[in-house]
C-alpha cells in the first residue's frame, strides 16, 4: 500500500533563509506526487505536481521540488523564504487502490523575522 | 481560489444530530473528494464520487453517507454525531487522474 512520510513535523527557518521540506513515500509504481500547502484555517492549495517526465517540478510561489526514485523521495524546496511561506505542508502520492491520495502528517512551517 | 466551493463554513451541533455538508466542484470536474482533519487523525480520504457514481470509498464511518447529483455537486450526510466528528471536512475535484483542487472546507463542532 502506498504511503508517505514527512519526517519533519515542525522546521523553523529565518526570513531569506532557504528551505527544504523532506518526503518520502512508498508506492508501488510511479507514483503520482504532489505538494499542499495550508494556511490557517483555510483550504489545502496545490504548489506543484509530478506525473512524468523532468523530476525537477516548477510550481507556484517560488517552490520547486525534485523526484528521486532511487530514493523514493520528493523533496520541496525554496531558495529564500518569505514571511508569508508559513504555513502547513503537505506531501501526497496517489492514485492508491481506491483512486484516492495519500496524505504525509504535514510539516509546520515557521518564519523567524 | 481554487474553484471549489463548500458550505456552511462552520457549522456547531449537537451528539446524535444529522448534519449535511455540501460541495460544488470546479467546472468541468467529474469527480469530487470528501476528506476529513482532525489533529489526531491528519487528512483523512473518506470517499469519492465520479459522474454521479460511487468510485471509490476510504476510512468512511457507516453513520456517514454522500451523493453526487446531477449538476456534480456533491453532499456529505453525517448522522447520529459524536465528540469525535468534531473537524474540517474538505471537499476537493479533478479532472481524470489530474491533480485535486480543495474547498476551503467545512469546520464541524459537535457539542
Known amino acids: 500500500a502506498q504511503s508517505v512520510t514527512q519526517p519533519d513535523i515542525h522546521i523553523t527557518v529565518s526570513e531569506g533563509a532557504s528551505l527544504e521540506l523532506r518526503c518520502n513515500y512508498s508506492?508501488?509504481?510511479?507514483?503520482?506526487l504532489f505538494w499542499y500547502v495550508q494556511s490557517p484555517g483555510q483550504g489545502l492549495q496545490l504548489l506543484l505536481k509530478?506525473?512524468?517526465?523532468?523530476?525537477l517540478v516548477q510550481g507556484i510561489k517560488g517552490f520547486e521540488a525534485e523526484f528521486k526514485r532511487s530514493q523514493s523521495s520528493f523533496n520541496l524546496r525554496k531558495p529564500s523564504v518569505h514571511w508569508s511561506d508559513a504555513a502547513e505542508y503537505f506531501c501526497?502520492?496517489?492514485?492508491?487502490?481506491?483512486?484516492?491520495?495519500?496524505f504525509g502528517a504535514g510539516t509546520r512551517l515557521t518564519v523567524k523575522p | 481560489d481554487s474553484g471549489v466551493t463548500q458550505t456552511p463554513k462552520h457549522l456547531i451541533t449537537a451528539t446524535g444530530q444529522r448534519v449535511t455538508l455540501r460541495c460544488s466542484p470546479r467546472?468541468?470536474?467529474?469527480?469530487v473528494y470528501w476528506y476529513q482533519q482532525s489533529l489526531d487523525q491528519g487528512l483523512q480520504f473518506l470517499i469519492q464520487?465520479?459522474?454521479?457514481?460511487?468510485?471509490a470509498k476510504g476510512n468512511i464511518l457507516e453513520r456517514f453517507s454522500a451523493q453526487q447529483f446531477p449538476d456534480l455537486h456533491s453532499e456529505l450526510n453525517l448522522s447520529s454525531l459524536e465528540l469525535g466528528d468534531s473537524a474540517l471536512y474538505f471537499c476537493?475535484?479533478?479532472?481524470?487522474?489530474?491533480?485535486?483542487?480543495f474547498g476551503p472546507g467545512t469546520r464541524l463542532l459537535v457539542l
Open positions: 509530478y506525473f512524468s517526465g523532468d523530476t
Open positions: 467546472s468541468g470536474d467529474l469527480s
Open positions: 464520487y465520479y459522474n454521479g457514481e460511487e468510485r
Open positions: 508506492y508501488g509504481a510511479t507514483p503520482y
Open positions: 501526497a502520492v496517489g492514485p492508491g487502490n481506491n483512486n484516492d491520495m495519500r
Open positions: 476537493a475535484s479533478s479532472e481524470p487522474s489530474q491533480a485535486q483542487y
